[in-house]
């Protein structure tokens, strides 16, 4: 709710809210290297072992991302589960069209 008043309180026009799933939704509904920027918050770390294939970070969908990041985009990740967070470092790192711009903090 505190981003739609923020959205109408500045007539921010540019910007598009979609709840819906987020493979589905770069895949059908995002064209190649238009976004200038991603967030991914605290997506579901799927704690056990064998559902660790689950997870939104993994190398498949970041190859994908990355081919809708327009020229000078970026991709923000965030989780609050330390194994997960060393995953993701793991999976952005190997991504040879990501440079990390915080190294030796994230």
């Not at 923000?76 to 040879?96: F, G, I, K, N, S």
Request: charged share 20%; glycine share 6%.
């Amino acid at each position: 709710g505190a981003l739609l008043k923020l959205i109408d309180e500045k007539q921010i026009t540019n910007i598009r809210i979609v709840q819906h799933d987020a493979v589905e939704v770069l895949r059908d509904m995002i064209g190649p290297g238009v976004l200038a920027g991603v967030h991914i918050f605290f997506p579901d770390p799927w704690h056990k072992k064998r559902h660790n294939k689950r997870r939104l970070i993994q190398p498949e969908f970041v190859a994908q991302l990355v081919q809708h990041l327009a020229p000078g985009g970026y991709l923000h990740c965030a989780t609050d589960w330390q194994p997960y967070a060393e995953q993701m470092l793991e999976v952005l790192t190997a991504e040879p069209a990501l440079l990390n711009t915080a190294p030796g903090y994230a």
